[in-house]
T-cell receptor, first 115, second 111 residues
Framework: NAGVTQTPKFRVLKTGQSMTLLCAQD?????MYWYRQDPGMGLRLIHY???????AKGEVPDGYNVSRLKKQNFLLGLESAAPSQTSVYFC??????????????FGQGTRLTVV | DQQVKQNSPSLSVQEGRISILNCDYT??????FLWYKKYPAEGPTFLIS?????DKNEDGRFTVFLNKSAKHLSLHIVPSQPGDSAVYFC??????????FGAGTRLTVKP
């Protein structure tokens, strides 16, 4: 049972480069999230999705785009990377509140460095 | 705006004593509150949750208390063990499951 899998685990980008982070979950969860973790800032929500084909902005969406073409996958894109986007990125997924189960399961994280 | 706040960056307690971690929130629309535990180089893992219709939820050594009027919740760990040493995040979820996290509190349990 893989749970939530993030690809890649590590990446170094040059300023201005683009990349896509992939998140895959095998628990048939409706909701998926992308967070970034920075020292002293905790986990800040970038974008989230409440179902296939839907996305919404979180607290810090600028500079990122997302897509949820398939229920099990949630992609996070950086079109033109900036040093301020150096962070650890976490993907998470959960059932919808309608099912009464709200805990989210997290991936192992992607450490991104933009130089 | 930070809707979930953990004002204590760190806490140190002796093994066997009680650990109390605090969390405050500003959004009265939050329906569920959760605590997550995080070890270095790993993703957060769920610890315990509470619905806004309750004021207490207990699971073994872990108890979460919710004071809606004060917009405050706390996590009690009794007795604390060295393996509990980790960063603890408070999180809150609104009806559309937009889940927000606090900055975290690093708990150190000394043997």
């Amino acid at each position: 049972n893989a749970g939530v899998t993030q690809t890649p685990k590590f990446r170094v980008l040059k300023t201005g480069q683009s990349m896509t982070l992939l998140c895959a979950q095998d628990m048939n969860h409706e909701y998926m999230y992308w967070y970034r973790q920075d020292p002293g800032m905790g986990l800040r929500l970038i974008h989230y999705s409440v179902g296939e084909g839907t996305t919404a902005k979180g607290e810090v969406p600028d500079g990122y785009n997302v897509s949820r073409l398939k229920k099990q996958n949630f992609l996070l894109g950086l079109e033109s990377a900036a040093p301020s986007q150096t962070s650890v990125y976490f993907c998470a997924s959960s059932y919808s509140l309608e099912k009464g189960i709200t805990e989210a399961f997290f991936g192992q994280g992607t450490r991104l460095t933009v130089v | 705006d930070q809707q979930v706040k953990q004002n204590s960056p760190s806490l140190s307690v002796q093994e066997g004593r009680i650990s109390i971690l605090n969390c405050d929130y500003t959004n009265s629309m939050f329906d569920y509150f959760l605590w997550y535990k995080k070890y270095p180089a790993e993703g957060p893992t769920f610890l315990i949750s509470i619905s806004s219709i309750k004021d207490k939820n207990e699971d073994g050594r872990f108890t979460v208390f919710l004071n809606k009027s004060a917009k405050h919740l706390s996590l009690h760990i009794v007795p604390s063990q060295p393996g509990d040493s980790a960063v603890y995040f408070c999180a809150a979820s609104a009806f559309d499951n937009d889940m927000r996290f606090g900055a975290g509190t690093r708990l150190t349990v000394k043997p």
